[in-house]
């Protein structure tokens, strides 16, 4: 019997993974960053601090990379559909339970379970990509399904938002909460019967194994720095841009601050963009020219004009997102053994760049102003790319 190739661009079953997909990119972080928008809401109905309030997306973003790793064990046993139905759906219930917390301990233990419950979808979604879909069409695939998590990411923040502000923050953590019920429910009715997958019992190969194998890889190492760097870099710069525009020259009112999240949109395109390109000139000339987009748009962040800072923002959101896409489908491309293990640890390496840049950006800004900020970004993601073209060579592309 043929061994099995995966689903081919184009065919039925092609499209029906890639959109379940998307939904599944849209329930989990539409989630994960509900409660951004809703911080002042939060603080001032509980009586704690800001920063206090801003646990209740540090412990969420905790919960998934802890999950990362034990979720792609079982999605290993169980398959990768299965692992990712059970996640979604135990998260769709916690999301809409923890609007009711009564005190912020409780509040802080409903998101850490919620991002444990999340954590299965992103340690599982491009080792589905790598088992289901036809090899050349990966990269490709891949950039949907992180053009869904830029949807969910945006989504999350908008609906809860303006939601909060008519109602109540846990109005609008349970509306965030039901849109990702009805994109749980979309994923289970439109990914088919997975094909691919092999149990790791029947793989005969233990955990350790696959971890090692994954962390020896020089090319997996780059691809996992990749994910460091360059999400470090994003948050670096959504965190801090807010206080620069409400801060002198611009002197802008919160509520339009908060809208700087739109240029999520940009990503929503590079990112479904970005695959077919690489399919056309090569994964890693496309990984290393989103970096320099993403260099480009940071820049301009730095000039004294409302309307050049906000074009900056947007060009240098379609250059991460585009970048990430490739670097993530191309982790589960290169791994040979263990995909999800290949991909949880693409995924701790993202969200410990997130939460130590996210945090040293502040220290930075602190220090010596957003121009430092700006060094600090454009370091990181120039480290990114050269290590991109170093180790990262065409021939495997």
């Not at 480009?296 to 250059?319: C, E, K, P, R, S």
């Amino acid at each position: 019997m043929a061994e099995w190739q995966g689903h081919e661009r184009g065919s039925r079953e092609y499209r029906r993974i890639l959109a379940g997909l998307f939904f599944a990119g849209v329930a989990t972080f539409a989630q994960l960053y509900s409660t951004q928008a809703l911080l002042p809401e939060i603080a001032a109905e509980l009586r704690i601090a800001p920063a206090t309030a801003a646990l209740t997306l540090s412990v969420a973003a905790i919960g998934l990379a802890v999950g990362v790793i034990p979720w792609s064990v079982l999605a290993d046993r169980i398959g990768r559909v299965r692992a990712m139905t059970t996640a979604l759906a135990g998260a769709s219930v916690i999301a809409l339970v923890v609007p009711f917390s009564p005190s912020i301990p409780v509040l802080l233990a409903g998101r850490f379970v919620e991002g444990l419950l999340v954590a299965g979808v992103p340690a599982t979604a491009i080792a589905l990509l790598g088992e289901e879909i036809a090899k050349r069409d990966i990269v490709r695939a891949a950039g949907i399904y992180v053009a869904g998590t830029s949807i969910g990411g945006l989504s999350g923040r908008l609906i809860a938002g303006p939601v909060g502000e008519l109602v109540s923050w846990r109005i609008g953590v349970l509306a965030v909460g039901a849109v990702c019920g009805v994109a749980t429910l979309a994923f289970l009715l439109l990914v088919p019967r997975a094909r691919g997958f092999v149990s790791s019992r029947e793989a005969g190969r233990g955990l350790g194994h696959r971890l090692a194998v994954n962390l020896r890889s020089p090319r997996l190492l780059v691809l996992y720095a990749q994910g460091f760097l360059l999400m470090g870099a994003f948050v670096a710069l959504y965190n801090y841009l807010g206080f620069r525009l409400l801060g002198e020259p611009f002197a802008l009112p919160q509520l339009l601050v908060s809208l700087i999240f739109v240029a999520y949109l940009s990503g929503t395109v590079s990112a479904s963009w970005a695959g077919g390109v690489a399919s056309r000139f090569g994964s890693q000339r496309v990984l290393v020219g989103a970096g320099l987009v993403m260099i480009a748009g940071v820049a301009l962040t730095a000039v004294d004009q409302l309307a050049v800072v906000l074009v900056g923002l947007v060009v240098a959101t379609a250059g991460f997102f585009a970048a990430h896409a490739i670097a993530s489908g191309w982790t589960g491309r290169e791994a040979v053994v263990g995909r999800a293990q290949a991909s949880s640890l693409y995924n701790l390496a993202y969200y410990a760049g997130s939460s130590l840049f996210g945090w040293f950006g502040g220290v930075v800004l602190a220090w010596a102003g957003w121009d430092a900020v700006v060094g600090l970004i454009v370091a990181l993601v120039a480290a990114a790319g050269v290590l991109a073209a170093l180790v990262l060579r065409p021939s495997r592309a």
